[in-house]
């Protein structure tokens, strides 16, 4: 269950945030669990806001390299 950082991504999330998004709501919407290289593929066509990849970010003695490689995921997705 969601709580702790660095566990799994539960899918589902995705679907919920298509559905409020499809509400044309006015609400900033930040995704903050899980989100990562390997998750960033699924996250970004949901129309999110904004994500927040804390463990991907601190994975290794490199955060400036994975936010660069995070937001080059996201860019090239963002232009579709």
């Not at 409020?20 to 999110?48: Q, R, Y």
């Not at 463990?55 to 003695?61: E, F, G, P, Q, V």
Request: proline share 8%; glycine share 4%; charged share 30%.
């Amino acid at each position: 269950y969601p709580g702790k950082q660095g566990q799994a991504f539960i899918p589902k999330t995705l679907t919920r945030i298509k559905e409020f998004k499809a509400k044309e709501t006015t609400h900033f919407v930040e995704l903050d669990g899980a989100v990562n290289l390997d998750t960033l593929p699924d996250i970004v066509p949901t129309d999110i806001d904004a994500v927040c990849p804390g463990s991907a970010t601190w994975k290794n003695d490199n955060p400036k390299k994975n936010v660069a490689d995070m937001q080059k995921i996201i860019h090239s997705l963002a232009e579709k």
